[in-house]
């Protein structure tokens, strides 16, 4: 993840998490900004994350928090629901246009 600010790399599921973004439909509405806060939003799911599995324990607090970041980031049904958005998938084959262009930014900020 090239816009990653910690010093540790995240968890492959949070880098499964960021890839998948740029698929899912929505790519073609986020705007730089949008990039930059999904990291942000990545960033603490990363950390909430690691805290979980170095104590070993779940709390629900945590169970929320990630709940409420998977829902900023309209990656959960149930947040798209909520704003009635609806995302027809397309034929993969069919030529797409180029998706927001993140990965530019993320040299830009370097």
């Known amino acids: 993840m090239d816009l990653w ?43 909430l994350l690691k805290e979980t599995i170095r104590s ?4 629900a607090l945590k169970s929320a928090e990630l709940r409420g970041i998977l829902g900023d980031l309209l990656v959960t049904e149930s947040a798209r629901r909520r704003l009635q958005i609806e995302v027809q998938r397309a034929d993969l084959d ?10 530019q930014l993320a040299q830009e900020l370097q």
């Not at 069919?94 to 990965?103: D, E, F, G, I, T």
């Open 56 to 59: 070993g324990t779940v709390s």
């Open 5 to 47: 600010p910690a010093e540790e790399p995240p968890l492959k599921l949070i880098e499964n998490l960021w890839a998948s973004l740029s698929t899912s439909g929505f790519d073609e509405y986020f705007t730089d900004s949008d990039w930059v806060g999904a990291v942000m939003l990545l960033v603490g799911a990363d950390a």
């Open 94 to 103: 069919a030529p797409r246009p180029a998706p927001v262009s993140h990965l």
